[in-house]
């Protein structure tokens, strides 16, 4: 995340291109980590994982990879 927030100002001067890929890059991992909580989730009984994996782990967690991901597309001028 702070390379992709960070490195178009500081690094390569907001190239399209590579502002992109790390974009691109930020949203697989973060879609990784989604995928890690719901191995975890799918680890709990029945109840606990009914209630966390319905509230937490797939509203939560793509409205923040997808949120931050397209803040982060105002930030380095690519919107």
Known sequence: ???AAFAPKYAWDFNALLSSITIVIN???GFGMLLANR????GLDEM?????FDAMAF???VG???GT???L???????
């Not at 606990?48 to 966390?52: G, P």
């Not at 597309?73 to 919107?79: M, P, S």
């Open 1 to 3: 995340m702070a390379i």
């Open 27 to 29: 949203v697989v991992i």
């Open 39 to 42: 191995k975890y989730l799918q």
């Open 48 to 52: 606990q994982r009914k209630i966390l």
């Open 59 to 61: 509203s939560l967690g």
């Open 64 to 66: 923040l990879v997808l």
């Open 69 to 71: 991901s397209y803040e």
């Open 73 to 79: 597309l105002e930030d380095i001028q690519l919107i």
